[in-house]
């Protein structure tokens, strides 16, 4: 996994926006958008994609799932410490408690922007740390594989 491109990818590493969770247990849990959009759905708006290389865009709306409801879905309520959020093309990021579980602006798996569908060139799915501003290093394009770790993982 690699940290900042300074020149954003833009093509998709594949055509099929579905991604896998990896449990501390060992478990594989596929996702696709179906079973993404059984979570509930929140829209978050005044999300901006910064970026010092190349400017800002926004303000966007993002809708699609929390982060937090994916996790619970997967691994219920037992202790992580951190999760892993990595896409098809090597890019990624890594969240603890802080992003994923505030009531406010949470991170979110955004399948929609501005009121319609994301298109897999737009990142679907995306991940959406809303109120970011570090050089748009943690808006993950095309959500390839999202790992949670348990506490004491080294
Ligand atoms: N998968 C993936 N996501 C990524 C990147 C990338 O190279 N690959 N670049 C990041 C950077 S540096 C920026 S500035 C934004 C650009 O988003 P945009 O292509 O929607 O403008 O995507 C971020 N997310
Ligand atoms: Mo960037």
Sequence with gaps: ?????????????SPDPSFRVLTPDGRIHPMD???????????VDGCYIVSTGHGT????????ARLAD??????G?????????????????????????REARPALLAYQVDGRPMTR???L?????PDDRDDALRQVKWVGQIRILAPGHP
């Design 1 to 13: 996994m690699h940290g900042h491109r300074h020149d954003p990818n833009p093509d998709p590493p």
């Design 33 to 43: 958008l179906a079973a993404l959009q059984t979570l509930p759905s929140i829209a």
């Design 57 to 64: 865009s926004g303000p966007f709306t993002f809708q699609g």
């Design 70 to 75: 994916l996790i619970r879905r997967c691994w």
């Design 77 to 101: 309520h037992r202790p992580w410490a951190q999760v892993q959020v990595i896409s098809g093309d090597g890019f990624g990021t890594t969240l603890g408690h802080a992003e994923v579980d």
């Design 121 to 123: 060139a737009e990142g």
């Design 125 to 129: 799915v995306r991940l959406i740390v």
